[in-house]
DNA sequence: ATGACGCCTTCCAGGCGA
């Protein structure tokens, strides 16, 4: 079984380079972030001829987080509770023996910026939701989350410790959701690679090699023992046909 | 120091992303 995350910034502007995508690489079950649509304006008749099912947490504009799977899911939770207000940002659902959640994290903006307390303040109710999840089922969060775990998955490396993404208030955030015995896949398999997900549209970033991990696929022992291979799937952060990449790449885990 | 690119919006300059 294949499983991914993907913030695609933009649904109806990407569509095309979704169905591309899926269609090449066939996952099971995927994570989106970033929609700026609706629920209303979700094109669910193109995904239904992909071949997918979507469960959707829309909102206009900005955020909106879904979940497409071969097999029908089941809504268990829209927006992350206590947090509503700060978007719509968080959706699981059960899927394919899996209890699996699309979450696109604040991004804080600047560490002055009121969006910054408002981000760890996001962490926090994320944490206390995550704990009420059986560590014992097969739980997958998925997402964008705004974080960079350690210096290692920054282009900058250490020299962007201290930064947004990068603060210690974050990063011990992250860690205390991975503590609740939730792993980083691709860390897990790959413990010395350096490899990301995003890449500022601007100056070249990408050709560069200036980019961050920030977009993870976290699973619960059940499913960290099964993960057989992570791939952040950097070609589909080209051009494709002559349609636009998001900023950010899909991730994919392959399940045993 | 700034802007760079691309998406969004009561349609177009300005907000936002990370």
Known sequence: MRIATWNVNGLRARLDF?????????PDVVGLQELKTTEDEFPHDDFRALGYHAV???????NGVAVLSRTPAE???RGLPGREDDGARLLQVRVAGLHFASVYCPNGKTLDHPDYAMKLAWFEALRAYLAGVDRDAAVVIGGDFNIVP??????EGEDADGSIFCTVEERSRYRAILELGLTDLF???????????????RGGAFHRGMGLRIDHLLGTAAVASRVRRVEI???YRKKKDGNIASDHAPVFADLG
């Open 150 to 155: 350690a210096p290692l998955d920054a282009w």
């Open 56 to 62: 959707v947490h829309g909102q206009k504009s900005w």
């Open 233 to 235: 799937d950097r070609e």
């Open 18 to 26: 979704i169905a591309h995508w899926l269609r090449s690489r066939e």
């Open 187 to 201: 860390r897990h398999l790959y413990p010395d690679e350096r490899k990301f997900s995003w890449w500022d549209y």
């Open 75 to 77: 809504a268990e939770t």
